[in-house]
């Protein structure tokens, strides 16, 4: 397993396995007939390309298998019970998969059309002396942002925002409740229960204004499809560290949280990784989102995502990632699988070392909150 994965970090193995490949498919493969040069020529020059892919996707899929015999052995499943020597660093170890998304790109995991078509930058614009907003909400979606004429005059939020999704229909949103909060029309929908979701019917100026920007239910998939599935979270968080168009992906393993492993892994968050809240703070934080990720899936985040720089106050890099839509690679296709609630930074004793993941709740959670008409407010 460490050996796969080392290979995946580092690059240059998957560059020898492509050329590898590519021996071993001129031995094994016929001379072709005579064409003509031109097309002989664009025909040597793709198969290297070609070869390569197929290597790199071939590497994705192991890495993935391994993750999914990993979460079966009996070692990880302690450790979902909190039995066992450093619970947190066997699940580590099972599911730490070294893939960014542009690790995907040109193979069957490919997210390129996730990322074009549904992530919606929500929030409310900072006051601007003498400016005048017509509408104080906002909704940033993807492909309509360039026919939208605040966005060309405005641009991305740079505050006060996160994401949401279209579900079902173009006037209906999904983001997570601790963003409907900044808005007062969702006062009296809030919950504030073990799911942080809110759902609201968006007025005729932030409804979708493209078909295939709609997020639609797949019936066909379950919480059972989750369990450790390639999932990419994928959202608009127009910081630094994101791509030239604001988006963002997060790709990794997910796992179902258990309420012993939500108790253990949260009352050994070091004080380091508190980010200066008071000890009476943090316990009724911990107190909240506990009841929030006993039903939840974690994945691992890149390196730093969950983490603010020291000495700084600037948001965590993941920030404004909150409420994006979760996609699970199932039956070998891309679908919808749950929202992005929460991240934050958790210790792995093993290693000696900070390890960031995310929480997201399933798709059931979101088809029982859409699946509520009386829970939902109204953004106008």
């Known amino acids: 397993m460490d050996h796969v ?35 002989l020529g664009a025909q040597r020059l793709a198969e290297p390309a070609e070869l390569f892919r197929r290597a790199k ?16 052995q009996d070692s990880v499943q302690e450790a ?76 991305y939020l740079g505050a006060n925002y996160g994401n949401c999704f279209y579900w079902n229909a173009p006037d209906l949103i999904v983001t997570t409740e601790h963003l409907a909060e900044l808005f007062p029309d969702s006062a009296k929908r809030l919950r504030k229960d073990g799911l942080d979701i809110s759902v609201a019917i968006v007025g005729e100026h932030l409804a979708s204004q493209a078909p295939e920007q709609i997020i639609y239910d797949d019936p066909s998939v379950s919480d059972a499809d989750i369990q450790g599935s390639l999932v990419c979270i ?32 949260l009352s050994e968050i070091s004080q380091t990784n508190r980010h200066g809240m008071s000890a009476h703070d943090f316990e009724r934080f911990i107190a909240r989102v506990r009841s929030r990720m006993d039903n939840a899936y974690m994945m691992i985040l890149p390196p730093g995502e969950a983490r603010a720089y020291p000495d700084s106050e600037s948001e965590l890099p993941c920030q404004g990632m909150s409420a994006s839509p979760v996609f699970g690679f199932i039956r070998g296709a891309y679908r919808p699988v749950g929202i992005f609630f929460s991240a934050m930074c958790l210790e792995d004793v093993e290693r000696r070392r900070s390890v960031d993941v995310a929480f997201f709740h399933p798709i059931s959670a979101i088809r029982k909150l859409a699946g509520d008409p009386k829970a939902y407010w109204t953004m106008k």
């Open 234 to 265: 994928v959202g608009r968080d127009p910081d630094v560290f994101s791509d030239m168009d604001g988006a963002k992906v997060y790709p990794g393993i997910a796992v179902k949280m258990t309420p012993e492993f939500v108790y253990g892994a």
């Open 80 to 155: 979902l019970a909190w039995q066992g020597e450093c619970p947190q660093s066997a699940l580590f170890r099972a599911i730490e998969l070294p893939i960014l998304a542009a690790h995907l790109d040109e193979t069957k995991y490919n997210v390129t059309d996730l990322r074009r078509r549904y992530p919606v930058q929500m929030g409310l614009p900072a006051p601007t002396p003498g400016a005048v907003h017509r509408h104080t909400s906002r909704l940033i979606a993807a492909l309509d942002k360039d026919r939208d004429a605040q966005f060309r005059n405005d641009g």
């Open 57 to 72: 996707e071939g590497f994705i899929d192991e890495a993935i298998e391994i993750s999914r015999a990993a979460l079966a």
């Open 5 to 39: 994965r080392r290979n995946l970090i580092l690059g240059f193995p998957a560059a020898a396995a492509g050329a590898s490949l590519l021996a071993r498919a001129a031995v094994a493969e016929p001379t072709p007939a005579p064409v003509a040069d031109a097309q």
